[in-house]
T-cell receptor, first 115, second 112 residues
Framework: KAGVTQTPRYLIKTRGQQVTLSCSPI?????VSWYQQTPGQGLQFLFEYFSETQRNKGNFPGRFSGRQFSNSRSEMNVSTLELGDSALYLC??????????????FGPGTRLTVL | GQQLNQSPQSMFIQEGEDVSMNCTSS?????WLWYKQDPGEGPVLLIA?????ELTSNGRLTAQFGITRKDSFLNISASIPSDVGIYFCAGQYPEYGNKLVFGAGTILRVKS
């Protein structure tokens, strides 16, 4: 079956703009988690959605938000972009909640560059 | 959240050699996971460990969940060129709500 897909794969924005990234999980998976990957901080957990509700959250400012739709697809939004938001944003899907030790499958990521 | 200490940061080894990398933490973990990330791709799960002392193999890869639950190692035997990539340890611990935390990664380069 198809893996996790993320769109777009690459994005260039300028400071102050906002951006929306999209993630389609593996069919049948109900949980979607988002991660930020940077050379300096590595992979860091942003948040997790399950059944259209945010179930877990990392330590990121409120400019980072997300949502999940009834078909389990998820979007992540970053408002008022800063240079430091340049990163690879990874989405991972799992059958159930990740904190219940359900295996997460990662998408290829969206590379965001903020100029 | 917890920072995992992963070492070494990078390795440049001869094809056919065995490789070892490890991760340590200051907290007790419930799970230890090992991922590999190739350029332009997301991480792919190699091995998942759920019990202290557990030793699990996946082909040429072997990983162990440390008895203290604060460390894990990954061994790759007889490395081949396609082993090149970044290897991440990751784990979950209760005080952080079992959110997945990652090590900084080990960059593996193989000399053919």
């Amino acid at each position: 079956k198809a893996g996790v897909t993320q769109t777009p794969r690459y994005l260039i924005k300028t400071r102050g703009q906002q951006v929306t990234l999209s993630c389609s999980p593996i069919s049948g998976h109900r949980s979607v988690s988002w991660y930020q990957q940077t050379p300096g901080q590595g992979l860091q957990f942003l948040f997790e959605y399950f059944s259209e509700t945010q179930r877990n959250k990392g330590n990121f400012p409120g400019r980072f938000s997300g949502r999940q739709f009834s078909n389990s697809r998820s979007e992540m939004n970053v408002s008022t972009l800063e240079l430091g938001d340049s990163a690879l944003y990874l989405c991972a899907s799992s059958l159930g909640l990740s904190y219940s030790y359900n295996e997460q499958f990662f998408g290829p990521g969206t590379r965001l560059t903020v100029l | 959240g917890q920072q995992l200490n992963q070492s070494p940061q990078s390795m440049f080894i001869q094809e056919g050699e065995d490789v070892s990398m490890n991760c340590t933490s200051s907290s007790i973990f419930n799970t230890w996971l090992w991922y590999k990330q190739d350029p332009g791709e997301g991480p792919v799960l190699l091995i998942a460990l759920y019990k202290a002392g557990e030793l699990t193999s996946n082909g040429r890869l072997t990983a162990q969940f440390g008895i203290t639950r604060k460390d894990s190692f990954l061994n790759i035997s007889a490395s081949i060129p396609s082993d090149v990539g970044i290897y991440f340890c990751a784990g979950q611990y209760p005080e952080y709500g079992n959110k997945l935390v990652f090590g900084a990664g080990t960059i593996l380069r193989v000399k053919s």
